[in-house]
């Protein structure tokens, strides 16, 4: 009776530790990411636009809403410099070479502009270390599907000359298909956002 009632708990412990790690995966490799990651690709920095919900660097664009946490906003001083505000602290980005209408209806601008001659900028892509089952996916019209999964993340990372950096962190999927192998599926979104304070305030 009692080896009964063993076997029934620890069947249904295994079988809770398998749905738990089934569909809490996902956060838990977010957090596991934040200690390994593997860097795949240097991408290009230039040009450099802000626009009212998106950053768009070189040929891409990631998204960046400003009502998201962590809240930002993004200012153009009496210097005509551009500058991001986040919890406190400002962050120049730089000289605006460019103002664009956004479109017909507002006054709102996308903002083209330029990294200081001492800054150090650079945008990488990584990957997650280790992927996730996805066993319980299927299509209804009998395509291929993905059973494992990643994160992916694009980091710009900015250093001016006094020390004072900005990091902006974005995240992505990729699926695993048998055939195909490892796809990209361009659902970004904002990650992290950290600026420290300068040095020399």
Known sequence: MHLHILVISLSIIFSGGILAWLFLARSIFIYIDRFFLTMISNLPITPLEV????????????????SES?????QM???N???????????????????????????ALNVTFEPDSTDV????????????????????????????????YDCLLWKKSSGQTLEITWRHEEWFFKKAGWSDTYHLRLHALRVSRNPGE
């Not at 009212?52 to 809403?65: E, N």
């Not at 103002?99 to 017909?104: E, G, T, V």
């Not at 650079?122 to 280790?130: D, N």
């Open 121 to 152: 900028v650079s945008l990488t892509q990584s990957h997650s270390r280790l992927s996730w089952p996805t066993p319980f996916e299927f299509n209804i019209m009998g395509a291929s599907v993905s059973r494992w999964r990643r994160n992916l």
């Open 70 to 74: 962590p809240s930002f906003q993004i």
């Open 51 to 66: 626009r009212q919900t998106d950053f768009c660097i070189g040929s891409h664009i990631w998204p960046f809403p400003r």
């Open 81 to 107: 410099r551009l500058t991001l505000i986040t919890a406190g602290v400002s962050f120049c980005f730089g000289p605006i070479v460019k103002l664009q209408k956004a479109d017909h209806t507002s006054d």
């Open 77 to 79: 001083d009496s210097q």
